[in-house]
């Protein structure tokens, strides 16, 4: 094989060609430009720009992408047709290296239903499509379409045919996803040691992802003498997409051991290049993708964070930094366990005591229960309110409202006021005028309500309300807040936390309270 260096694998990006068809991914010309930028920036070999011939969008994306490309091979695409090639030659013509991609069909269910042509046939055109492009260029890339459905015989003449033509890279895809590792080694393996003059090009692969195993088979291509891959930004492509380049380039890297192989990728930029495409695109990253997905570095269990907390390699393979990734994250839910929240509350800059620790670590639990994410800002909201109540006289034990359309609000609560409980049920022109009057008709006092204002911690429909409540008496002011994913609990606790703090101004014993029978 005619490489510098037997241990380096080429990366042939096609995301602006294969990655476009993708159904909804087309991109415009500005955006081509951007991400082709990035990609070169970030190390790929070759960057397949286009199709220059599917149209005049194409052959520009292509043509402007070939001017500005400083480092990579820039790469346009055509059928076997001497228009496509030309069309492609003219497209790369101003590029620093240039390369020609063509390709025809080679299995037995295309050439007959899609082709319409016999063996013989696709023989001629591979021969002279090939010669074509050589004639325009020295750096020319031949594929046999569904090589991986195609009678190993023929596969092995067409592959011939394109060398002596002057072919410089072979590419042998798995169209429609269908093969699998072993077969795929077994299919390289049989052309390197059976077509002669194969020891002088680059066997390339190009996996689809149809069964899942894009990536498993584009390794495997590598590990049976493949030395380039063909790959896109996450993976996206037609149907279920192609092997992801994040997830080759890392496997490369994690497991020298097993692949003894470097790219030229700068990993650190993977997480960007991701971002980018997504955005261009409108393709969301699914949250468990591999490598750049949002939760790729994150852990929930508390099994797992504990394990974290006393050495990141109990439960992570590779840095995040080491794909642009900023850092672990720690996201806190109802697997987390007592030293991942207490982790989490000395990052925020809070140091419990125990008692405290053990309290706000079960409001913790119970909020992690009623919503999926558990925020910073929920922890925040989450400590400081129980660090208020942590000292009150005045505790909430149970409320219950009763509200809606033709029914006239009411509130059932239970306070334990200065270690005794008492409860009423009371009414009022809302629920929340209800939950006030309740708190008044168990402990009565003469402060005012100034200021009831209500805001959302976080985003989402199961985010926690921040309640503040401003209460006047005598000249003293106090404030007190609440947070809930219940708004109507959160207002509740903001009026008690008030009053509490009134007692704590007022320097006096808590007044006997008055018991109302429920």
Not at 255 to 260: E, F, I, N, T, W
Request: proline share 3%.
């Amino acid at each position: 094989m005619s490489t510098e260096n037997e241990g380096k694998i080429r990366i042939f990006d096609t995301t602006l060609r294969d990655g476009e068809q993708s159904p909804g991914a087309a991109m415009t010309l500005e955006q081509k430009i951007e991400v082709a930028e990035l990609l070169d920036a970030m190390g790929v070999d070759i960057i397949e720009a286009g199709f220059p011939i599917s149209s005049q969008g194409d052959f520009e994306a292509v043509t402007q992408i070939a001017r500005r490309t400083k480092n990579a091979i820039v790469c346009g695409l055509s059928r076997a047709g001497f228009k496509d090639i030309d069309r492609a030659g003219e497209a790369i013509r101003g590029a620093v290296r240039g390369r020609i991609h063509t390709f025809i069909s080679t299995s037995p269910v295309h050439m007959k239903h899609k082709l319409q042509m016999g063996p013989n046939a696709v023989l001629d055109a591979v021969g002279a499509s090939v010669a074509r492009a050589r004639n325009l260029t020295d750096d020319v890339q031949w594929s046999a379409e569904d090589a991986t459905r195609t009678e190993h015989d023929f596969l092995c003449r067409c592959v011939e045919l394109a060398i002596r033509s002057g072919a410089t890279t072979i590419n042998i895809p798995d169209t429609v996803g269908y093969t699998t590792p072993q077969e795929y080694i077994e299919l390289i393996t049989m052309l390197r040691e059976r077509v002669p003059g194969a020891e002088n090009v680059v066997f390339s692969t190009h996996c689809h992802n149809d069964l899942g195993l894009a990536v498993a088979n584009s390794l495997a291509g590598v590990i049976a003498g493949a030395r380039q891959v063909e790959c896109t930004i996450n993976g996206i492509g037609e149907r279920a997409g192609n092997a992801a380049l994040e997830e080759i380039v890392m496997a490369l890297k994690v497991r020298r051991d097993a692949m003894p192989f470097a790219t030229n990728i700068n990993t650190t930029m993977l997480s960007k290049a991701s971002k980018l495409v997504s955005n261009v695109t409108g393709f969301p990253v699914q949250y468990n993708k591999a490598i750049v997905g949002k939760n790729a570095f994150a852990h929930e269990s508390g099994i797992h964070q504990d394990g974290m907390l006393k050495n990141v390699e109990t439960y992570e393979i590779m840095r995040p930094e080491d794909v642009g990734v900023h850092a672990t994250s720690l996201v806190l839910g109802k697997l987390s366990g007592r030293h991942a929240f207490r982790d989490k509350l000395e990052a925020l800059g809070y140091t419990l005591e125990p008692t405290a620790l053990d309290e706000a670590f079960k409001r913790f639990k119970n909020l992690a229960d009623k919503k999926k994410h558990v925020f910073d800002e929920d922890i925040v909201a989450l400590v400081d309110d129980e660090i208020v109540r942590h000292a009150d006289d005045i505790v909430i034990k149970s409320l219950k409202v009763e509200t809606g359309i033709g029914i006239k609000p009411a509130a059932d609560m239970t306070l334990v006021v200065g270690g005794v409980e008492s409860s009423t049920k009371t009414t009022g022109d809302g629920p929340i005028d209800a939950i006030f009057n309740a708190i008044r008709s168990i402990y009565p006092h003469n402060a005012a309500l100034q200021q009831f204002q209500v805001q959302s911690v976080t985003e989402g429909t199961d985010a926690q309300a921040t309640v503040s409540v401003r209460l006047e008496e005598d000249g003293r002011t106090v404030t007190g807040r609440g947070a809930d994913t219940d708004t109507l609990v959160a207002a509740a606790h903001a009026y008690v936390t008030a009053l509490n703090k009134l007692l704590v101004k007022r320097e006096k014993q808590v007044p006997e309270v008055l018991t109302v029978a429920r």
